[in-house]
């Protein structure tokens, strides 16, 4: 690489940095293009790329989280693909990708990523997104999408949850492909009315008479992927439209639960 001083070619040089990260100060080994005359840092794509897998690793190891290197290590310990990898804990093979190459998991999932490479049988659940439900979050969540859209989304006790529970089915399986944990622990079926909670006609008085206080608070992750299908789904007719030609839906028999891993054939997120 050149110097944007025009000194001439920069050397590749290997050092430790320390930078704040996520309220910790984080030692992480970087490299970068170095000039030798004035002493400029700077990086390719594929250096910056690595340097910020080295202080998102450097992050995990600082809250002893299991870093991309160490999970890429426990599976081929085991010999498993990281598709094994992803059927052994329950979550898709793009949350393991992600986990390899620097996103960073929560503390909930690393217990499952733990499990699943030493031999624990893990409690997660295919069907509710390896967190147990919650009719309070449920309810948190639809109160969320009331103040974005502008609208009531429990309208009533009665109510069928016909275009409700589209944007929970959204908010659950993208916050899974993208975090390998949903939001609600929320169970959904394939019905000719597209994806729905699994008893909903159950469900929905408890969830009306729910507190949302008593929920776990939302994340900012999960706060931004409320946002980004509210702002892609701005009307109700669009997301249930949208639903309906998912292959998560669309593969699936009348009445068959709908699996959280299915979360990565969804393209309208």
């Known amino acids: 690489m050149e110097c944007p ?30 000039c030798p005359e004035c002493s400029i840092e700077a990086d390719d794509l594929n250096l910056a790329a690595a340097n910020q897998k080295a202080l998102s690793d450097g992050y995990r190891s ?18 498993w693909s990281q598709e094994d990898l992803a059927k052994a804990a329950n979550v898709g093979i793009a949350s393991i ?11 909930a999932m690393d217990d499952v990523l733990r499990n699943a490479l030493y031999g624990k049988t893990t409690c997660a659940d295919p069907y509710t997104g390896n967190r147990p439900l919650s009719l309070p979050r449920i309810k948190l969540v639809l109160g969320r999408f009331s103040s974005l859209l502008g609208r009531k989304m429990l309208k009533s006790p009665t ?8 944007y929970l089915w959204y908010g659950d399986m993208i916050a899974f492909r993208e975090t390998g944990q949903g939001m609600t622990g929320a169970t959904y079926a394939a019905l000719p009315h597209g994806p729905q909670l699994n008893n909903y006609r159950d469900l929905v008085p408890l969830i009306k008479d729910a507190d949302e206080t008593e929920a776990e ?6 706060k931004r992927i409320l946002a980004s299908i509210a702002k892609t789904f701005p009307g109700d007719q669009k997301i249930y439209g949208a639903a309906h030609k998912e292959r998560a ?6 009445g068959e639960l709908i699996r959280y891993t299915d979360a990565d054939s969804i393209t309208a997120l």
């Open 217 to 222: 608070p939302l994340s900012e992750h999960e």
């Open 159 to 166: 109510d069928k949850l016909l275009y409700a529970a589209k």
């Open 97 to 107: 990708k992600r986990w390899e190459t620097g996103q960073i998991q929560t503390k």
């Open 5 to 34: 001083n025009k000194h001439g070619l920069m050397a590749l040089k290997t050092m430790v940095k320390e930078a704040d990260f996520r309220g910790k100060r984080v030692k992480y080994r970087a490299q970068h293009f170095v």
């Open 62 to 79: 600082a809250v002893k989280l299991l870093t991309g290197g160490q999970i890429v290590e426990g599976r081929k310990r085991l010999n």
């Open 249 to 254: 839906y669309t593969e699936k028999k009348h």
